[in-house]
């Protein structure tokens, strides 16, 4: 035998076992109990005495086992049936988020994972509180949720985990709730980029509209807490007004802004925190739009990417609507199964995109 052959049979002779991955029937060894009772304390079941657990528990710390939720629930042919609440309304974003929601469950029916949508009317505490009161603990393992922050709503969620259902929030958070994860931009930093664009686009000292969709959205007030706090370190030659609130109707919109200008002559710039914005731009096209008045709006959707080409919009903020839906479905998972997760794949970040830089 070769000098080198040699060498690397003895090398693998001696390689330590401990490198293969330790399995259920170690950990029974270790802990000295059977298999039986460590599918019991895997799974979480009644009948283990106190005792027990902890020298299962031990020996699975000790052996750095890691157990395969994919296996576990193939052997239990489990299905993972997560529940997507959002606004009922046309507002682009949210359309396209319901589309996300279509794609992905295609994509994700092989993955043992169906996904479902239900609906509330936008802004409506109490029409979310009823959806999420209905929930069935029996047939739905996992909630993600886009709706407004009410006390109402919050104990609703409450309600949900204590009834063992995994929650996230989506788009706009909850922090005060049980809810496990929040999966959106941080909004705070969105209002504080906004203001950042805005002061440098803007030449001449005036008022800045804030365009709001309700005082209930957590995301919208987050958004103008972080753009206020900018205005008012850098840019003090610079006025933002008390906000309007749209409810993402473009009929209030349109007609709250005819007489905002009446009444405010040195507008200089327009901030609309909400995705809803086909008011805004009904009313911009009819003035046939103003060469020094800076827009900046939300979400990359097929109205606001028309916005930018048109010279309507300066730049839009945004978030990758099928990110949010892809993170969600993994956040819940793993919530559901007691597994880490990765938070740098979890990240939403935020895009910003002006004329030149829109993607295909």
Known sequence: MPLQRKWWTKLNKHRPSAIAKPTV????????????????????????????????RKAIEDLGYIR????ANLAR?????????????QNEFVLDLRT??????????????????ALAAAFDPQDFVNVLDEIDPRE???????????PSVRDAINHLRDK????????????????????????????????QLMGRFIKKPGKILFIT?????????????????????????????????GKDDPEIMYSLLPELFENHEDVRGIYSSAA?????????????????LVVIGHELTSLSRDALNDGYFDAVISQDGGHLVRSCARLLRSTVDNVPHNPAQERIRIDIYLKENMPA
């Open 68 to 71: 395969d939720t994919a296996a």
């Open 164 to 195: 063992g259902i995994a929650v996230v929030t989506l788009v706009s958070d909850l922090p005060s709730s049980k809810r496990d994860h929040f999966v959106g931009i941080d909004n705070v930093s969105a209002g504080r980029t906004a203001a």
């Open 25 to 56: 029937n170690d950990i029974a060894r270790v802990a000295g109990v059977s298999l039986a009772t460590v599918d019991r304390v895997l799974n979480e079941r009644p009948g283990v005495r106190s005792v027990t657990i902890k020298k299962v």
């Open 100 to 117: 996300q929601i279509r794609e992905l469950t295609e994509k994700i029916a092989n993955d043992r994972t169906k996904l479902t949508l």
């Open 77 to 89: 042919r489990r299905v993972y049936n997560f529940l997507f609440v959002l606004p009922d309304t």
């Open 276 to 292: 809803g914005n086909e008011g805004l731009m009904c009313f911009l096209r009819e003035q046939g739009g103003a060469s020094d």
């Open 213 to 245: 969709g309700s005082r209930f959205a957590r995301d919208h007030l987050e958004r103008r807490q972080g753009f206020d706090l900018v205005m008012a370190e850098e840019f003090e030659n610079l006025e933002v007004i008390a906000s309007v609130e």
């Open 140 to 150: 739905t393992d996992g909630v993600a949720i886009f709706g407004p922050e009410t």
